[in-house]
Nanobody, 124 residues
Framework: QVQLVESGGGLVQAGGSLRLSCAAS????????MGWFRQAPGKEREFVAG????????YYADSVKGRFTVSRENAKNTVYLQMNSLKPEDTAVYYC?????????????????WGQGTQVTVSS
């Protein structure tokens, strides 16, 4: 079992950057594929990025490719989401998720563990 805690959200101007962190409890973090999702007001939760348990494979939604980078440090039980060139449409609550498998699913219902979310607001 794993517990997840996100941090790093906040208010930023368009074009700015933020780095989200997701700290996981437990000794088997390296066994979990990790995903980042976001949910804007009135919209469904959507996949943003995912990373394999080894960190060797990464996946991105088309809307964030080239702007966001997912990474992980298994020794620190932490996954990151570096967000650059932020746009107002990136405004959402961002969640990290974990699943005991090698590759990260791109759909939320396949993840068994979720953090509480962190708010990202991008002003124009």
């Amino acid at each position: 079992q794993v517990q997840l805690v996100e941090s790093g959200g906040g208010l930023v101007q368009a074009g700015g950057s933020l780095r989200l962190s997701c700290a996981a409890s437990g000794r088997t973090f390296s066994s979990y594929a990790m995903g980042w999702f976001r949910q804007a007001p009135g919209k469904e939760r959507e996949f943003v990025a995912g990373i394999s348990k080894s960190g060797g494979s990464k996946y991105y939604a088309d809307s964030v490719k080239g702007r966001f980078t997912v990474s992980r440090e298994n020794a620190k039980n932490t996954v990151y989401l570096q967000m650059n060139s932020l746009k107002p449409e990136d405004t959402a609550v961002y969640y990290c998720a974990a699943e005991l498998r090698s590759l990260p699913p791109m759909v939320d219902y396949m993840y068994g563990y979720w953090g509480q979310g962190t708010q990202v607001t991008v002003s124009s």
